[in-house]
């Protein structure tokens, strides 16, 4: 593969933290950041990251790198999905779990779209990747909806491990290894 630079638009500096610790070790691809928080259409998390992309691509006019995350509760039949970011700033960790209550399933699954570019006007691929854990009360500190979420086979809360460990298991490591794969044979 040949050298290459790509943009990745997020105004979210935890995902851009965890993007580089992955994507730096990969040899040939540099990492530079665009802080903008982009509009979000409402739909499917597909369409959703997918017209991301193509917007991050007008402003960028390069090579383009977005993400896309929702956090899904099976008993919602996937909601709050791609909405989680705003149902956690309005109703916080406890609120989530208290949406949960008058249900006996608390199975949820984190999902994370990568969106990829060439630039402006060429196709847009995506890579998802999934990882299915339940809803808990809070445990633990880190970003957004961490402390809540306890990946199956695990006795703690995303919040909980280490930064390599949530690395090696999250639904971002899962399509972020779609997206190296993808860049590699380009
Ligand atoms: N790996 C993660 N672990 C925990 N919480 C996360 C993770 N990734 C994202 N979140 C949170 C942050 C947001 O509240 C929500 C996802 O919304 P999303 O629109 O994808 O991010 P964002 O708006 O913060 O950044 P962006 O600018 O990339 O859109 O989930
Ligand atoms: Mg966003």
């Known amino acids: 593969m040949v050298s290459k630079t790509l943009t990745f638009v997020t105004g979210n500096k935890n995902k851009l933290a965890e993007v580089k610790a ?3 070790k990969v040899e040939g691809i540099e990492i530079e950041n665009h802080d903008v928080d982009l509009p979000e259409l409402q739909g499917e998390p597909e369409d959703i990251c997918r017209e991301k992309t193509r917007l991050a691509a007008e402003s960028i006019k390069g090579p383009t790198i977005v993400e896309d995350t929702s956090l899904c509760f099976n008993a919602l039949h ?6 989680i970011k705003d149902f956690l700033k309005k109703l ?11 249900f006996e399933d608390k199975s949820a699954y984190s999902q994370t779209i990568f969106g990829y570019t060439d630039g ?3 196709e847009v691929h995506l890579f998802p990747g999934r990882c299915q854990g339940r809803i808990v009360p809070p445990r633990g500190n880190y970003f957004g909806w961490d402390p809540i979420f306890q990946p199956d086979g695990k006795e703690q809360t ?3 491990m280490s930064h390599e460990e949530k690395n090696t298991i ?9 997206l190296i794969q993808f860049l590699q044979q380009m």
């Open 22 to 24: 992955m994507l730096g």
């Open 78 to 83: 996937g909601l709050p999905g791609p909405y």
């Open 92 to 102: 916080g960790h406890e609120g989530l779990n208290t949406i949960l209550a008058g």
């Open 120 to 122: 402006p006007g060429h």
């Open 158 to 160: 995303f919040a909980e």
């Open 170 to 178: 999250s639904h971002r490591s899962r399509a972020l290894a779609g």
